[in-house]
Nanobody, 122 residues
């Protein structure tokens, strides 16, 4: 399993970014995927998840601003981030799991992780 994030960068508050996660080494269309983030000095937290059938889940802090999606034809996961705030500054990771979970935003259910991409909002 390989997950490679891209699309991070620096943006002013109120701006937008779209993160991508290219996946390989497994059947992407049937996996459960998620985005997590870790800010300096804080624990990693779940941001958004998407089940293989399409249902999504979001952290309260990003609801209405972030949208998770995936393109099974490209084996790619996305995170569209709008109305960014300085508190969104973090390293963002994509993650994959292969079984259902009652807690889709808990990191311990995800065995596969990307290397992360930095998002800085000023």
């Amino acid at each position: 399993v390989q997950l490679v994030e891209s699309g991070g960068g620096s943006v002013q508050a109120g701006g937008s970014l779209r993160l991508s996660c290219a996946a390989s080494g497994y059947t992407f269309s049937t996996a459960y995927m998620a985005w997590f983030r870790q800010a300096p000095g804080k624990e990693r937290e779940g941001v958004a998840s998407i089940a293989y059938g399409g249902p999504t889940r979001y952290a309260d802090s990003v609801k209405g601003r972030f949208t998770i999606s995936k393109d099974n034809t490209k084996n790619t996961l996305y995170l569209q981030m709008n109305s960014l705030k300085p508190e969104d500054t973090a390293v963002y990771y994509c993650a994959a799991r292969f079984r259902p979970s009652p807690f889709p935003l808990r990191e311990n259910y995800y065995p596969s992780w990307g290397q992360g991409t930095q998002v800085t909002v000023s």
